[in-house]
């Protein structure tokens, strides 16, 4: 059974500080790893994507990818209220058959900013 | 917003009826998924079409029946649901996968289903 493993929290942090977020997956064959932002009652929005080990930077997001480890973090800097959500890790499973894949999400962290 | 578009938004339905829900992506991609979302629960993938292939969750149960009569079409056909079903479905779409390596998948808003 191919597994995304999150920390469901609540993870609360203040204003201005970083946020960690950490995912596992058990799928040494995975490729593609993607963390979606979702707000309470709305679906999943895509805020990174990463596919090589180390690092990678958009904004205030940075991605972290050690396949090694089995091991994809998402760091939030600067935290902002507006950032208060659940984040969700994605990552691609070999399956169907094929040309297809299957996307496995976790259950997600909820991550709550405080002003 | 996104270039998929899901409706309804919201859909009561009793356990007797029948109903489908719609998708339609405006992104140019060539692979479309449903989702389900319940509480508590990650989001559990149901089916997958893209124009190449077509591919079925095998654990589905049958009174769910996807159609995708094109690559940027998608319908979901509801007949004889159980309670248990009510949840958020969601309805994703990506660029086929080039070289194994898949591309990211966007989201519509969801259809709430409510079945009583």
């Known amino acids: 059974q191919k597994e995304v493993e999150q920390n469901s929290g609540p993870l609360s942090v203040p204003e201005g500080a970083i946020a960690s977020l950490n995912c596992t997956y058990s799928d040494r064959g995975s490729q593609s790893f993607f963390w979606y932002r979702q707000y309470s009652g709305k679906s999943p929005e895509l805020i990174m994507s990463i596919y090589s080990n180390g690092d990678k930077e958009d904004g205030r997001f940075t991605a972290q990818l050690n396949k090694a480890s089995q091991y994809v973090s998402l760091l939030i800097r600067d935290s902002q209220p507006s950032d208060s959500a659940t984040y969700l890790c994605a990552v691609n499973f070999r399956g169907y058959g094929g040309s297809n894949y299957k996307l496995t999400f976790g259950k997600g962290t909820l991550l709550t900013v405080n002003p | 917003e996104t270039g998929v578009t899901q409706t309804p938004r919201h859909l009561v339905m009793g356990m007797t009826n029948k109903k489908s829900l719609k998708c339609e992506q405006h992104?140019?991609?060539?692979?479309m998924y449903w989702y389900k979302q319940s509480a508590k629960k990650p989001l559990e993938l149901m089916f997958v079409?893209?124009?190449?292939?077509?591919?079925e969750n095998n654990s589905v149960p049958s009174r769910f029946s996807p159609e995708c009569p094109n690559s940027s079409h998608l319908f979901l056909h509801l007949h004889t649901l159980q309670p248990e079903d009510s949840a958020l479905y969601l309805c994703a779409s990506s660029q086929d996968e080039r070289g194994g390596d898949p591309y990211e998948q966007y989201f519509g808003p969801g259809t709430r289903l409510t079945v009583t």
């Open positions: 079409y893209n124009f190449k292939e077509q591919t």
């Open positions: 992104l140019g991609h060539n692979a």
